[in-house]
């Protein structure tokens, strides 16, 4: 509602006099703050899944604008365990997004059962998602319908979760071991496959860096084999 003053009021002004001007200005100091959206981190689990690259995120926001959001995100020690792409697409498209607090025992399996079995990635992918998520055997959870965490626990289970050969799951799990942040990040990027990395991985961590930078990781390891 416009504030005017008393001699606006009388007369019925339309345009504001600069003392219709001050009070406006008074009533807005007077107005309390909108609380902001609380700023969540992500938890580290979630990074064994890569974030959507900007165009599927826009796009994510926009179906979020539209039709709203339809999963929920779920935290996990007060961070994202599950949902940090939703979570930006909702900030985008400036949508309250909806929290539940994950109580199961098994954080890792939960993230890999909400994003393995429906992810469209590729082999290399899913192979080292698998092997950082899946990779110790599992001890279930409290079997909440909403918070199934059930492990693999062995490695032909992981394998065949993944959908990938277990020569494939232990190079993925030697990539974990032995190579660089670097490297690992290009992996689940899709910028190295995992039997290229799975190779560079012998070299000094400065090296692996080195060669992934530089677009040169497939004949670097070329030259090793």
Same mark, same amino acid.
């Given at each position: 509602m416009t504030t005017l003053c008393d001699r606006c009021k009388r007369v019925g002004a339309v345009k504001n006099c600069p003392a219709c001007a001050r009070a406006q200005e008074a009533d807005k100091k007077k107005q309390p703050e909108l609380p902001r959206l609380r700023e969540y981190e992500d938890h580290p689990y979630a990074g064994a899944f890569d974030l959507l690259n900007p165009d599927d995120l826009k796009e994510l926001a926009n179906d979020i604008a539209n039709? @709203?959001?339809m999963n929920?995100?779920?935290l996990? /020690? @007060?961070?994202i365990l599950d949902g940090r792409n939703r979570y930006r697409a909702c900030k985008i498209a400036d949508v309250d997004p909806r929290f539940e607090e994950y109580k199961g025992k098994s954080p890792k399996a939960f993230i890999w059962s909400m994003n393995g079995p429906r992810r469209h990635d590729s082999p290399s992918k899913k192979a080292i998602a698998a092997a950082e998520l899946l990779g110790a055997p599992g001890h279930g959870g409290d079997r909440r319908s909403d918070q199934v965490d059930t492990s693999p626990e062995t490695e032909d289970d992981i394998a065949a979760a993944a959908g990938v050969s277990k020569s494939t799951l232990r190079k993925a799990k030697k990539v974990l071991d032995d190579g660089s942040k670097v490297l690992i990040d290009a992996?689940?990027?899709?910028d190295v496959t995992v039997n290229t990395a799975a190779t560079i991985a012998d070299l000094p961590k400065k /090296?692996?860096?080195a060669a992934v930078k530089s677009g040169a990781a497939t004949e670097?390891?070329?030259k090793i084999r």
């Open positions: 039709n @709203g959001l929920k995100i779920w996990y /020690e @007060g961070k992996v689940k990027s899709g /090296e692996q860096a670097t390891a070329q």
